[in-house]
């Protein structure tokens, strides 16, 4: 199913905090971008679930292992599920969270290459060892109450496999390779920050859609088109024909004396 891009607009509400160097050396600045369609938060549901599921199943096969029982394969549902439903409660917990854990920075690291890829979105920082403080200035990915369809009041009562709790749970600094790198700005604030990008975004779309009409409506392009087996070319429409030109055919079966140039360079 293809998406038009106004409509695109209406279901990626989340917006990107980046950090942006100053090229004289001054104190680097926040920036507040729109987010990509890559992180509409459906789709980085799926890249979480699928991150959550596999681990799962890798700490299910960590248990059998050490049971001296034979490990299952990703797909065998049904092995997985009777594994589940025969541990207690807190055993359960238990794996849930470490899966959680793992799949959350996965995700958050996931998220972090992305946005560092992109040059509309990246942070700049400097590396390990330098100044602590900026080495942490990494872009953040911030989700707000219009991403959801509802918004947990306490976000520990979040199921482990919902990405809202990677966004609205606290995070631990010290932790993965990029944590924080998915946040959750709540209430009218996180609204208002969004309504504002948009704005932006919206402004930004507009002037290049108006550059791209003057350019395509440009008088001096003309309008005059003459078909060419290699494509279409445009004539001015102040165009004047050189009545002394002649066209001249190439005769592909001609032969060209290839030693003249070389002759011609070594005398």
């Known amino acids: 199913m293809k998406i038009s891009k106004r409509k695109l607009r209406l ?9 942006v160097a100053d090229p004289q050396g001054g104190a680097i600045r926040q920036e507040l971008v729109d987010a990509p369609p890559r992180f509409e938060r459906n ?10 599921n596999e ?37 359960l917990y238990n794996l849930q969270n470490k899966a959680y854990a793992i799949a959350r920075n996965l ?12 040059p509309k979105t990246r942070s700049d920082y400097p590396g390990q060892g330098t100044k602590l403080v900026d080495a942490t200035r990494r872009s953040e990915l911030y989700f707000t109450d ?23 749970l606290m995070h631990n600094e010290l932790e993965g390779v990029a944590p924080g790198a998915i946040q959750f700005n709540p209430g009218q604030q996180g609204k208002d920050i969004d309504a504002y990008v948009d704005m932006l975004s919206s402004q930004e779309a507009k002037q290049k859609e108006e550059i791209f009409s003057t350019e395509k409506t440009d008088p ?5 088109i003459v078909d060419t087996g290699i494509g279409s ?35």
């Not at 394969?73 to 541990?87: E, P, Q, T, V, W």
């Not at 995700?107 to 992109?118: P, S």
Request: hydrophobic content about 30%; aromatic content about 12%.
């Open 11 to 19: 279901i990626v509400e989340a917006y990107i905090k980046r950090h």
């Open 43 to 52: 789709f980085l549901q799926r890249v979480y679930e699928k991150f959550y």
């Open 55 to 91: 681990q799962q199943v890798n700490l299910v096969n960590s248990n059998r292992t050490a049971k001296g029982m034979s490990r299952l394969s990703y797909s065998d549902r049904k092995g997985f599920l009777d594994h589940i439903n025969s541990m207690d409660s807190n055993e």
């Open 107 to 118: 995700t958050e690291r996931y998220v972090n290459d992305q946005m560092q890829a992109n």
């Open 146 to 168: 219009n991403d959801f369809d509802y918004v947990y009041p306490n976000p520990e009562n979040i199921p482990f496999q919902d990405i809202q709790r990677v966004a609205m």
């Open 220 to 224: 001096q392009q003309g309008k005059s």
């Open 233 to 267: 070319l445009k004539r001015p429409d102040n165009f004047v024909p050189d009545p002394k030109f002649v066209s001249v055919p190439i005769d592909d079966s001609e032969e060209v004396d290839a030693t003249w140039e070389y002759e011609t360079k070594t005398l």
